[in-house]
């Protein structure tokens, strides 16, 4: 069982950043891949960025050279960095994690078998 908690979500203007975190707690095992996803309303959840534990990475095209993932193994703490955020941004975000070793999927939220409970994001334009 892994839990994870999400925070640093927040109301912030086009153009601003934003500095997400998880908390992860529970079994290793179960966080050989971990990745921050979103779902706006009406819309399907979608994948932002992955990170396995050999630090390979993955972003969506539609974040990439804006949001950057990383995580510090001591804290088990996964953390996504979002900068020049647009008013497209507004989500509520998710944090994952799966006991599968991911490369090429790491944005596939049908392999991720645990999640938070989300932050939302708001990004007024």
């Known amino acids: 069982q892994v839990q994870l908690v999400e925070s640093g979500g927040g109301s912030v203007q086009a153009g601003g950043s934003l500095r997400l975190s998880c908390g992860a707690s529970g079994s290793r095992g179960s966080m050989s891949s971990m990745g921050w996803f979103r779902q706006a309303p009406g819309k399907e959840r979608e994948g932002v960025a992955g990170i396995n534990s050999d630090r390979a990475i993955m972003y969506s095209e539609s974040v990439k050279g804006r949001f950057t993932i990383s995580k510090d193994d001591a804290k088990n703490t996964l953390f996504l960095q979002m900068n020049s955020l647009n008013p497209e941004d507004t989500a509520m975000y998710y944090c994952?994690?799966?006991?599968?070793?991911?490369?090429?999927?790491?944005?596939?939220?049908?392999?991720?078998?645990?999640w938070g409970q989300g932050t939302q994001v708001t990004v007024s334009s």
């Open positions: 994952a994690s799966s006991s599968a070793y991911l490369i090429n999927n790491l944005l596939s939220p049908e392999r991720y078998n645990y």
